[in-house]
């Protein structure tokens, strides 16, 4: 048996990684999903103390990036709308129709999804796994400012 450590992620300086213990087939017999330097070597060590495994291969960040295939993944906006919204069919349908020309119109590879709220109006990406540095996280929080602006969230 073996333990492989994939670093999968970077989020806001802190890194995630998939720990597994893995059989001489490369079968995964357990998988631990961490965060953080502290967790990843805990982990790592329970895994080997329970199961008498020595060594841990790993996988950078960007080893992992390049095994996965070059897709284009959409990130996913979920937008929070004030319930009484959704009373009127047209007026949500007309307001995504005009959210997805803005994101077609600036090359976004975006899915969107509006939910009825009580609550603050807003918008949340909901697949940040694939934003690996700071800078896109930016132009993430910068998109998400665009949009709450140009269709007027959270204004009464």
Do not use: W
Not at 3 to 13: D, E, F, P, Q
């Amino acid at each position: 048996m073996k333990i492989v450590t994939k670093n999968y992620s970077l989020k806001n300086g802190k890194r995630s990684y998939l720990v597994y213990l893995k059989d001489e087939t490369n079968n995964a017999l357990e998988c631990y999903d961490v965060l953080g330097e502290e967790e990843r070597i805990k982990k790592e060590n329970d895994i080997s103390e329970k199961h008498g495994v020595e060594g841990v291969e790993y996988v950078s960040l960007e080893e992992f990036r390049e095994g996965e295939e070059e897709t284009n993944k959409p990130l996913f906006l979920v937008f929070y709308l004030n319930k009484e919204l959704f009373k009127q069919e047209e007026l949500v349908s007309s307001y995504g129709a005009n959210v997805k020309k803005y994101l077609d119109e600036k090359g976004d590879n975006v899915r969107l999804f509006f939910m009825p709220t009580e609550h603050n109006e807003k918008i949340v990406c909901i697949n940040p796994l694939y934003i690996g540095d700071e800078k896109e996280y930016e132009k993430l929080n910068t998109l998400i400012g665009e949009l709450e602006e140009k269709f007027q969230l959270g204004i009464d």
